[in-house]
């Protein structure tokens, strides 16, 4: 089969547009998306930590 360069081009035009979609996409995710879940997820442990030292008291023996 031979392809003319018409549809060479196509092609390469079509290779380009995914590799750029799949660009922006793993820039979106790498300095986007994980970063915020990552700070929600530790701020989350943090305050949930918090709030039950609130309620139980902070770790280590009873005072006395």
């Given at each position: 089969?031979?392809?003319?360069?018409g549809?060479?081009?196509?092609?390469?035009?079509?290779?380009?547009a995914?590799?750029?979609?799949?660009?922006?996409?793993?820039?979106?995710l790498?300095f986007?998306?994980?970063?915020i879940?990552?700070?929600?997820?530790v701020?989350?442990?943090?305050?949930?930590?918090?709030?039950?030292?609130?309620?139980?008291?902070?770790?280590?023996?009873?005072?006395?």
């Amino acid at each position: 089969m031979i392809q003319d360069k018409g549809e060479a081009a196509d092609a390469s035009q079509a290779t380009r547009a995914v590799r750029r979609k799949e660009l922006v996409t793993f820039l979106v995710l790498a300095f986007g998306i994980w970063p915020i879940l990552a700070v929600g997820v530790v701020g989350g442990y943090g305050f949930l930590v918090w709030m039950w030292q609130i309620v139980f008291g902070p770790p280590g023996p009873p005072g006395g």
